[in-house]
């Protein structure tokens, strides 16, 4: 473990930049969705849902995979093995998910003390967290963050191990394989009995139990990928 921590701390003169381009581009969609509200309030619209927080996903995947693919060479030049490179990578992911996910509960406190910015615009909070207690707060916000991580460097150990090429093929053959299976739930008529599953399932198994589950696909995927990648 003292590896571990040892490798985690290459990656640490990173992290600037990981999160000021993270929380960099979130505060502009934020900037941009609040000038949108305040131009077109109308107090009788009550409180509507931007979806906001993909902004900060999809800049989290970005910078984890651009991440990995700079610092990999560095650190097999050090004589990182890939598998404590790996496993300092995880790390450094939860701990990250634990840390924005508190940010997050602190800016959705604030959004909800202002009246959601004085403009009925939810950017931070998830509406099915509403009466959510403390601890299901935070996991539903850091096991999300915590996926969309680990997808990142996925992508990143896919591009290492076979190029630009290979990133584009795997996003591919994902895209197509999950048009497919929505084109075979459509032709079953199965929309319904899922739409009954999930509404079944608890809200810690939604917003933690079942995505974890995910996170840790992503991350066995990308283990086993940068076991044979090359700088």
Do not use: K
Request: proline residues 4%; positive net charge; contains cysteine.
């Amino acid at each position: 473990m003292n590896r571990i921590r040892q490798v985690a701390r290459l990656q640490m003169p990173a992290w600037p930049q990981i999160v000021g381009w993270t929380w960099g581009m979130t505060a502009v969609a934020f900037g941009i969705n609040l000038l949108t509200f305040m131009a077109n309030y109308d107090p009788g619209d009550g409180v509507t849902n931007t979806g906001g927080l993909v902004s900060l996903c999809g800049v989290a995947i970005g910078m984890a995979a651009v991440s990995v693919t700079q610092i990999f060479p560095y650190a097999l030049g050090m004589s990182v093995t890939r598998r404590e490179f790996y496993l300092a990578w995880s790390l450094l992911a939860v701990v990250q998910s634990v840390l924005y996910a508190l940010v997050l509960c602190l800016l959705r406190a604030v959004e909800q003390a202002t009246g959601y910015w004085g403009v009925g615009m939810r950017f931070f909070g998830l509406p099915s967290m509403d009466d959510a207690n403390p601890m299901l707060l935070l996991l539903g916000y850091a096991v999300p963050i915590l996926v969309v991580t680990h997808l990142g460097i996925l992508l990143g150990t896919l591009y290492l191990r076979w190029g630009t090429t290979g990133v584009l093929a795997s996003l591919t053959l994902a895209f197509t394989a999950l048009g497919l299976a929505a084109a075979l739930i459509t032709w079953t008529r199965q929309w319904h009995a899922i739409g009954r599953w999930l509404l079944d399932q608890s809200p810690m198994a939604l917003l933690a139990g079942w995505p974890v589950l995910v996170a840790a696909a992503f991350a066995v995927g990308g283990y086993r990928l940068i076991r044979r990648a090359t700088a």
